[in-house]
């Protein structure tokens, strides 16, 4: 029997994708700081971020067909 393949599956649990830090010689102090610390967030919470995105989203999406129709 073949096994299923091993793809990441939106929403499951435990997958955390490495950082890529890409080196930019330009930036000052205070934002390679910021950035390194965006990217310490983004891959603890993206998922969060990701799910939070889409539910508020859809719920402007609904808030906007309501509008649209009670008009």
Known sequence: MREPSLLPVFGKLGIKTPVVVAAAPT???SIKNIVSRMREVLSSYGG??????????????????????QA
């Open 27 to 29: 930036m000052s102090k």
């Open 48 to 69: 969060l971020a990701l799910k939070l995105f889409v539910v508020v989203w859809t719920v402007l999406v609904v808030a906007a067909v309501f509008y649209i129709t």
